[in-house]
């Protein structure tokens, strides 16, 4: 086999590998937080971005993309977050678990200060207890 042909099926190779790879680590879904406390802010830091806080001013949100899959094959990285706001309140919550959420492409989340509740479709929330 010539030079020409063994790059050209190497490179074949690569593509494939490549193509698959790609296609292992799509997005599956996105995750929103909403502020809906009312008139407080509130501080949300997940395992995502390196843990970096996000300060949400009432009414606005945080999102992201994912793939539950990650290099352990276990839930996300981010999936437990904790959530701040005045007078004392933290709370945490795992905002991504594939038995419960694995049927939402887009997991719109709405903080409020009894639970966090996930939007299920035509106006339907399911709310949730806080971990902590």
Not at 9 to 31: E, G, P, Q, Y
Not at 67 to 84: A, H, I, R, V
Not at 119 to 124: A, I, L, Q, V
Request: charged share 20%; net charge negative.
């Amino acid at each position: 086999m010539s030079l020409f042909a063994r790059s050209v099926s190497t490179l074949r190779v690569l593509i494939l590998l490549l193509s698959t790879l790609n296609n292992t680590m799509a997005v599956k879904a996105l995750i929103r937080v909403t502020n809906d406390l009312g008139v407080l802010d509130i501080t949300v830091s997940c395992k995502v971005d390196d843990n970096h806080p996000h300060v949400l001013s009432p009414g606005t949100y945080y999102e992201w993309n994912f793939s539950p899959d990650n290099e352990f094959g276990t839930e996300p990285l981010f999936s437990n977050c904790s959530f701040q706001w005045e007078r004392g309140h933290y709370h945490t919550f795992d905002l991504y678990v594939e038995v419960r959420d694995g049927d939402c492409s887009k997991c719109l989340w709405l903080i409020k200060p009894d639970s966090p509740c996930r939007y299920t479709g035509n106006s339907r929330f399911a709310c949730y207890q806080w971990k902590t």
